[in-house]
């Protein structure tokens, strides 16, 4: 398999982007591990997001279906 | 281009140790997420040996498509996407927008090219996206990389103002669209935007603002 990366652009030149503000302070490792964990709501409880089965499913979330397993 | 072990080398291995072991330990769907962490991470890296304690790139989790780092050097998240063999599953390099055997409007699994092609759209059509990092091995491995946005996830019904507000339109209602996606899928035009759930949003802790992470942006299947 080849991939030739170098006509890459991302984002597109001249694009009008929505960049997000730039956070209040540097951020440590464990701040954002801890933020990612609890977005994907990976918490003492045991909860799992969509994205957490999706992944173990090995497909893409199916949103309505894995959420009822929970 | 970066080799298997070049990689290998950036990636802080006894925290992503940490990270199999204490997923291991809460047992059950876990212990699947774990096993499923190892492979995607140690199976796309050939089972190079990993780089010591404070390298440049480390776990913070793994979620639907891709395995997440923190790259302490540029203070911005690291997505590793790869193969289905090595524990991607069916999303291939990023999951797109395809017709099934039914005709429906499903997810399908991408190449590393679509996997490209979908985060151009996402840059176009919402504004923000991520960026081409490496490619690694033989196609082994995509890296992206995102700013990381301090924040928390939004409501549904703030999702749900926020695309309207950008001129989507709910495709709830939708029969062309297999059920288990239509909660969250929106188009506009002839644009796709599916997966717009709580967990691809980040609610901005500076701004306020919602910002979209990781939706499946692609154009609607004919």
């Given at each position: 398999m080849s991939f030739d990366p170098?006509?890459?652009?991302l984002p597109p030149p001249g694009l009008e982007t929505r960049m997000p503000p730039l956070n209040r302070r540097e951020m440590s490792y464990e701040e954002v591990y801890q933020q990612v964990r609890r977005h994907l709501k990976d918490d003492e409880a045991g909860t799992m997001s969509v994205q957490m089965k999706a992944q173990i499913n090995g497909i893409h979330a199916h949103t309505a279906r894995v959420c009822k397993a929970g | 281009m970066l080799t298997q072990r070049e990689f290998a080398k950036l990636v802080d291995g006894p925290a992503l140790d940490r990270e199999i072991d204490r997923l291991t330990k809460k047992g059950s769907g876990w212990l699947q997420a774990a096993q499923i962490l190892s492979r995607r991470v140690n199976g796309t890296l050939d089972w190079e040996e990993l780089g010591p304690s404070g390298s440049r790139f480390q776990i913070v989790g793994s979620r639907g498509e891709a395995v997440l780092f923190w790259d302490r050097h540029l203070s911005r998240i690291v997505k590793l996407r790869g193969r289905?063999?090595?524990?991607?599953?069916?999303?291939?390099f990023g999951c797109i927008l395809v017709r099934n055997e039914r005709g429906m409007i499903d997810y399908g699994p991408g190449t590393i090219e679509q996997a490209l092609e979908r985060e151009r759209l996402s840059w176009v059509h919402l504004g923000f996206g991520c960026v081409f990092e490496d490619v690694i091995g033989d196609v082994e491995g995509l890296l992206l990389a995102q700013a990381f946005i301090s924040g928390f996830a939004p409501t549904e019904q703030e999702i749900r103002g926020w695309m309207i507000q950008h001129g989507w339109e709910s495709l709830?209602?939708?029969?062309?669209?297999v059920v288990t996606l239509r909660q969250h899928a929106w188009r506009r035009g002839k644009i796709g935007a599916f997966?717009?759930?709580?967990?691809?949003?980040i609610k901005s802790d500076v701004d306020g603002q919602l910002y979209p992470i990781d939706l499946i942006v692609w154009t609607m299947p004919e």
């Amino acid at each position: 398999m080849s991939f030739d990366p170098s006509a890459i652009q991302l984002p597109p030149p001249g694009l009008e982007t929505r960049m997000p503000p730039l956070n209040r302070r540097e951020m440590s490792y464990e701040e954002v591990y801890q933020q990612v964990r609890r977005h994907l709501k990976d918490d003492e409880a045991g909860t799992m997001s969509v994205q957490m089965k999706a992944q173990i499913n090995g497909i893409h979330a199916h949103t309505a279906r894995v959420c009822k397993a929970g | 281009m970066l080799t298997q072990r070049e990689f290998a080398k950036l990636v802080d291995g006894p925290a992503l140790d940490r990270e199999i072991d204490r997923l291991t330990k809460k047992g059950s769907g876990w212990l699947q997420a774990a096993q499923i962490l190892s492979r995607r991470v140690n199976g796309t890296l050939d089972w190079e040996e990993l780089g010591p304690s404070g390298s440049r790139f480390q776990i913070v989790g793994s979620r639907g498509e891709a395995v997440l780092f923190w790259d302490r050097h540029l203070s911005r998240i690291v997505k590793l996407r790869g193969r289905e063999e090595n524990g991607y599953g069916t999303a291939g390099f990023g999951c797109i927008l395809v017709r099934n055997e039914r005709g429906m409007i499903d997810y399908g699994p991408g190449t590393i090219e679509q996997a490209l092609e979908r985060e151009r759209l996402s840059w176009v059509h919402l504004g923000f996206g991520c960026v081409f990092e490496d490619v690694i091995g033989d196609v082994e491995g995509l890296l992206l990389a995102q700013a990381f946005i301090s924040g928390f996830a939004p409501t549904e019904q703030e999702i749900r103002g926020w695309m309207i507000q950008h001129g989507w339109e709910s495709l709830e209602a939708e029969r062309d669209v297999v059920v288990t996606l239509r909660q969250h899928a929106w188009r506009r035009g002839k644009i796709g935007a599916f997966d717009a759930n709580e967990t691809n949003f980040i609610k901005s802790d500076v701004d306020g603002q919602l910002y979209p992470i990781d939706l499946i942006v692609w154009t609607m299947p004919e």
